[in-house]
């Protein structure tokens, strides 16, 4: 789930081939050269994400919702809590996916409050919207890049479980989410911690690697889900976006997966996910073998068990 935002590739492009003044030193041209190489990758790696959102990764969080649901219930818990705990009545869930804080925002707000979801994958925002009127919850879900929106400022919180790390350009998106607060409004939102501290999240591409050259790779300093990992990173990235009273505090509760979701799990999300379909026919067992052995220390009585080692994050507008 995730509600990021791309600019254009002229825009980077532009950027790119813009030369110095002719007082510029050698070490700004190459200062600017850096600055313009890294937005380029950075786009294109949002625009990548984009892309798997709209498509295939947003195909496996619908169908795998409910299974998604149960291993991050600990987060839409610390979500709602902190709603109640702002005590507004408009909410705004940032990169939704398939509607589940959102709905949970709307249980807890009854009939006289507004509970919005946004998301860029229309998968998930088409299970959203039919949870909602499954459940009758009043919730409403809106297809939009979160980044570049023309919200108003109509909502007195601002939430978000895992969908505020696959912006192209985190500054732009924030002020952008920021015109949509009221002022006053409280923002909070969970983000993963570094990968060194989430071993579980690699589990499956690290036992796969022999059998499968060529994973995807991960940047953590690019789009993605360890973008956040740098507390520092991620308090500059509020200030300077316009959010006063930042708070950054580790949280790390334990989440659990039905083990019969284990092998979707791993064959259908994450940077195996992405490849195991197009892999040869005969090689797709002996990998879910080998990634399967793997995640037997996680396996107790049924469940999938692990650490979620993550930031609970907090401002004001």
Request: glycine letters at 10%.
């Amino acid at each position: 789930m995730n509600a990021q935002g791309t600019t254009g590739h002229d825009d980077v492009d532009r950027t790119a081939r813009d030369t110095p003044g002719d007082g510029a030193t050698a070490n700004e041209t190459a200062a600017d050269t850096t600055t313009a190489d890294t937005a380029a990758a950075d786009t294109t790696a949002a625009y990548e994400k984009s892309r798997q959102w709209r498509g295939g990764s947003g195909h496996a969080w619908a169908d795998l919702q409910e299974a998604l649901d149960t291993a991050l219930r600990p987060f839409e818990e610390l979500l709602v809590t902190a709603v109640r705990a702002a005590g507004g009545h408009r909410v705004l869930d940032i990169g939704c996916g398939a509607g589940t804080t959102t709905l949970a925002a709307a249980r807890s707000l009854g009939a006289d409050g507004r509970s919005v979801g946004v998301d860029i994958s229309e998968p998930l925002i088409a299970v959203a919207r039919e949870r909602a009127r499954r459940t009758r919850l009043p919730a409403e879900f809106l297809l939009a890049d979160a980044q570049t929106y023309a919200f108003t400022p109509d909502f007195d919180t601002l939430i978000s479980r895992f969908g505020v790390m696959f912006f192209a350009d985190p500054v732009a998106a924030f002020a952008n989410l920021r015109g949509a607060a009221r002022e006053g409004a409280a923002l909070r939102f969970v983000a993963w911690r570094g990968i060194e501290e989430n071993p579980f999240m690699t589990t499956a591409e690290r036992a796969a690697a022999p059998l499968v050259p060529g994973l995807p790779g991960r940047d953590p300093s690019g789009p993605g889900q360890f973008a956040f990992a740098d507390r520092d990173r991620v308090a500059g990235v509020l200030a300077d976006s316009g959010w006063s009273d930042i708070t950054i505090d580790p949280v790390d509760p334990v989440c659990t997966l039905p083990e019969e979701h284990l092998v979707a799990y791993f064959t259908r999300l994450g940077p195996l996910g992405t490849v195991f379909a197009d892999l040869p026919e005969q090689l797709r067992p002996r990998v879910v073998d080998v990634v399967r052995s793997a995640f037997e220390p996680y396996v107790d009585g049924g469940m999938v068990r692990y650490p979620a080692a993550c930031w609970l994050v907090g401002a004001r507008a």
